[in-house]
């Protein structure tokens, strides 16, 4: 069986969860053609994902004589076909805010992947997010008759689902993927009671690697991590005010952020502002395996967030035995127990992320381990990429069956 993956940016730096799945599913049998709109080298600082990046075609990186052979292609093949899809592009469109003309644009994109479908002969497409890859992935159902499914991560989806027509691809899909039971949740506020079967979780998961890796203990320094865009939705500017009052406290701390964004300007003035350079580092994007350096290095991963789905760098932590420090929203509260493998705050709630940060710097590193090996033991259980491969190959070959 021959799946096409579909991504909007593949591979990607925040985008290792996909390059996991797509290789466990390898392993599983299924062969895999991996699509992009765009596929940007030189944004990749992972091995892993540079070694994608010759994997996949990218969508943009066609020539527009290219393009535009393929558009008339497409015609030539099905025009039927066709021009039902360009005015249900068309429809949607009116109903988005990105509007006609970029939904224009997302059927000259899906003529182009329809081309590759046939000449890959998939048959299966299978979305990342349900924004404007699985607009790709409907309209290419619609010009060929390819099957389609796709993954909701949240919160886009969630925010906006009437733009994004999410209810009309759920019901054109053969299934589709929730990362946690709170995007479930939210896809059964979006469809009649008869579609709900077809929504099924499936977890974002780690490779063995993570969990293999030996146990270091919890260090006695007093070290922070944050691991995210630089965005609004991660709440860094929320962790610099708390960790200005730890240094108010006079507590002995250090905070990395690694990763990048538009909200990096925001962080350094603050932190200049704020006289934090001494304590708080921007490290910019780094490779997996720095990462994990940068998580062992610390006593607790902070991330603050006002909007997710289920963030993976928690997952990594926890799998590494560093307790979070996170929030109370989406599917987060399904992994992170208060307390017990890591510390759940409100959202947007300086005093209590100060305290759940005050709380980390001292508790024993003995207090610390046993918080970590609870969070090893639960994370496995819950988010291990070989077990949920297999689930979504099942989803794959009951969709292929029933096509029968």
């Known amino acids: 069986m021959k799946i096409a993956y579909l991504v909007n940016q593949y591979p990607s730096v925040s985008h290792s969860f996909i390059r996991r799945e797509i290789q466990s599913l390898e392993k599983n049998g299924l062969e895999i053609a991996r699509y992009a709109v765009r596929s940007n080298l030189k944004d990749l600082v992972d091995p892993g994902d540079i070694e994608e990046h010759g994997k996949t075609r990218g969508l943009l990186n066609d020539s527009k004589v290219g393009i535009l052979l393929m558009v008339f292609k497409t015609l030539l093949f099905s025009p039927i076909r066709f021009i039902k899809a360009f005015f249900s592009a068309i429809k949607m469109g009116m109903r988005s805010d990105r509007g006609v003309l970029n939904h224009i644009f997302y059927f000259v994109e899906a003529c182009v992947v329809a081309n590759w479908v046939r000449q890959d002969a998939v048959d299966h497409i299978h979305a990342h997010f349900g924004t404007n890859s699985a607009t790709l992935a409907l309209l290419v159902k619609m010009l060929t008759g390819t099957p389609f499914s796709f993954t909701v991560h949240g919160p886009e989806e969630f925010d906006k689902p009437e733009f994004l ?56 320094a007093p070290n ?46 603050y932190m200049a502002a704020h006289d934090l350079e001494g304590n708080v580092t921007i490290t910019g994007w780094m490779s997996s395996d720095e990462v994990k350096q940068e998580l062992i290095k610390a006593r607790a991963m902070v991330l603050p967030s006002f909007a997710e789905g289920l963030p993976v760098v928690i997952m990594e932590a926890m799998a590494l035995r560093r307790p979070p420090i996170t929030t109370y929203i989406a599917g987060i509260p399904e992994l992170v127990i208060d307390g017990e493998n890591g510390w759940l705050v409100t959202a947007a709630d300086v005093d209590g992320l100060t305290r759940a940060m005050s709380k980390a710097l001292t508790t024993t590193t003995v207090e610390l381990d046993a918080m970590g090996e609870k969070a090893h033991t639960r994370v496995k259980e819950r988010h291990n990429i070989e077990t949920e491969a297999a689930k979504l190959k099942r989803h794959f070959v009951s969709a292929a069956q029933d096509k029968q």
């Open 165 to 220: 027509s999410i209810a009309r691809k759920i019901e054109e899909s053969t299934f589709v993927a929730a990362i946690s039971s709170f995007g479930k949740s939210q896809l059964f506020r979006q469809i009649e009671e008869k579609y709900w079967d077809k929504v099924k979780i499936v977890h974002c998961g780690l490779e063995e690697s993570y969990f293999g890796e030996p146990h270091i203990p919890a260090p006695d």
């Open 224 to 269: 922070f991590v944050c691991v995210g865009r630089l965005c609004e939705q991660k709440g860094q500017l929320i962790l610099l005010r708390a960790a200005n009052e730890l240094k108010k406290q006079g507590k002995d701390f250090h905070l990395t952020l690694v990763g990048d964004g538009p909200m990096r300007r925001d962080l350094e003035q």
